[in-house]
């Protein structure tokens, strides 16, 4: 009820929308190969649900797959960054240089190198998501207040437990806006990689639906999508908050 | 914990290329408290950091001598300006931050956790997030982890200086209890708590600064907040603090 409640100006919003959309369709009568209507879009989607569902599971596997490898590696180079100091000459440059390459330019080399399959989009997701949590874990490391280390250090903590007991806790809000933001690129990563090239996922039945005119499917494929990302969103969020019930969260989801 | 004293000589400091302090030498007696003032900027926070050891941006130099001739590094305990609890931690977990840093607390540090906790009268919040406590609450706390590591050498940089006045006299009471016969060196900027706390003040005063004695009234720490000594003192300290080079009205108490 209170989640109703708490909602509904939200979901009055996306009603309103939509039936903004399907008037369009009817008032100007553009063809359904153009702009089809919600209810065509609904239709699409309960006559193609197997077809849909096949593809949807690819593509939710390469997210997941590349949100988790992603996310170990990014936490992997921030920890190293924030323990040898050495190292950050070395690889920071290198991370901020490997940043500036466009993704996109890169996913047909990866398709070349590492075939059609679901490694390539694996390690497009993989790459989208490195550097955010890369940059906003090391960040977090790096503000630990001063006050909190100078007891670390005078309790005989030593530079490793210094960086797993105080520094990692201390950098988990910002780790967490990372993950947020991870949560959201991540589909991103795998679509592209499906549109360069492959022969299963719900990016490459959109390009093949489109290429049909089948844009009622397009659509529904996308509707796939933006649930699913909705709900990878939400899910990072309760488990970030899962893990800090002492952190006052003021970025909330809801407002 | 047998108690332990320490000496301090050829300390120095630089600031900006120039000298703070130069050559400063002290002796602090095991189990005596040392209050030092000064005004900002005299450097007194920085020297109880050489003494921690802990980091210092500028340049500096210190020869710290113990009286049993061994290292002071692992025997002295660190109280800063904030609390300084983990959010992420229980406040039992919070007393616990020394053996959870250096290993694995037993059952038996838990239990003495508990009861230090019970000491500072907080042995029923043990298992609450320390957002839910007050100012004075989390500084008991942060008390109770001092007390924890059981350290000859209690260090303090303005602990009671977040809190309001009527809990600071609370905290004076409990910390001069629980932390007798430690040697404590207590850097303030309040010149009613080094009265009331100190069995020697010392004012770091001048450029290049140096320490000088001021003396303290007679009496067991706590002293009486009403105390005529107490009131008739803390209108000279101000005065001696308020001073250029700190030497008006030295001698004359």
């Known amino acids: 009820m209170s989640i109703l409640k708490r909602f509904w100006p939200a979901l009055l919003g996306i009603i309103t929308l939509l039936g903004l959309w399907q008037l369009l369709v009817i008032v100007t009568g553009v063809p359904d190969y153009i702009l089809p209507a919600p209810l065509t879009v609904v239709q699409a989607f309960a006559a193609h649900q197997q077809l849909l569902w096949h593809h949807a599971g690819i593509t939710v596997i390469e997210i997941v797959a590349g949100l988790l490898i992603g996310f170990m590696s ?13 190292l950050r000459r070395t690889l920071l440059p290198i991370l901020l240089i490997s940043q500036a390459v466009p993704l996109f330019a890169l996913a047909p080399i990866l398709m070349l190198w590492l075939g059609y399959g679901m490694t390539a989009k694996i390690v497009m997701a993989t790459l989208i998501i490195y550097f955010p949590v890369a940059s906003t874990c090391y960040d977090g490391l790096r503000q630990t207040p001063q006050g909190w280390l100078d007891l670390a250090q005078t309790l005989g903590a030593n ?54 005119m089948q844009v009622d499917l397009m659509f529904a494929a996308l509707l796939i999508l933006i649930t699913f990302g909705v709900a990878l969103y939400f899910t990072t969020d309760a488990v970030m908050r899962r893990l800090m019930p002492w952190h006052d969260d003021r970025t909330g989801t809801t407002n | 914990m047998t108690s332990l004293g320490f000496s301090l000589s050829q300390a120095r400091l ?21 209050g030092l003032l000064g005004r900002s900027g005299s450097g007194k926070s920085s020297l109880l950091r050489m003494i921690a050891a802990l980091p210092i941006p500028d340049t500096h130099d210190l020869t710290l001598t113990t009286t049993d001739k061994r290292p002071l590094a692992g025997r002295l305990a660190w109280m800063a300006q904030q609390d300084q609890l983990l959010p992420w931690r229980k406040v039992i977990d919070n007393v616990l931050l020394g053996p959870a840093l250096r290993g694995r607390p037993t059952a038996a540090q838990h239990q003495r956790a508990q009861d230090l ?25 942060a008390l109770a982890r001092t007390l924890f590591e059981d350290a000859p050498v209690v260090l303090m940089d303005e602990p009671f200086s977040a809190v309001d006045a009527i809990t600071r006299l609370e905290l004076h009471e409990l910390a001069a209890r629980l932390l007798a016969g430690r040697t404590v060196l207590l850097v303030t900027h309040d ?12 004012i770091l005063s001048g450029q290049p600064a140096s320490l000088s004695d001021f003396d303290v009234p007679g009496g067991q720490r706590p002293r009486a907040l009403e105390a005529p000594d107490v009131q008739r ?21």
């Open chain 1, 74 to 86: 990014g936490l992997g180079t921030a920890l190293a960054l924030a323990r040898f100091h050495g």
């Open chain 2, 117 to 141: 906790l019970g000491d500072v009268g907080l042995g029923d919040k043990a298992e609450q997030w320390p957002k839910t406590l007050s100012g004075g609450e989390r500084q008991r706390v």
């Open chain 1, 159 to 212: 530079r490793r437990r210094q960086l797993l007991h105080i520094q990692l806790p201390a950098a988990l809000p910002s780790l967490a806006s990372g993950m947020r933001m991870a949560a959201s690129a991540a589909p991103i990563g795998a679509v592209i990689g499906e549109w360069v090239g492959s022969s299963q996922g719900l990016g490459y039945l959109m390009l093949n639906a489109n290429a049909r």
């Open chain 2, 191 to 202: 010149p009613l708590e080094a009265l009331r706390l100190s069995d020697r003040i010392l």
């Open chain 2, 14 to 34: 630089a600031f900006s290329g120039q000298w703070l302090f130069d050559g400063l030498a002290a002796d602090f007696t095991p189990g005596s408290w040392t």
């Open chain 2, 233 to 253: 003192m803390q209108s000279q300290l101000v005065n001696r603090l308020h001073a250029p080079h700190g030497n008006i009205g030295e001698g004359v108490v």
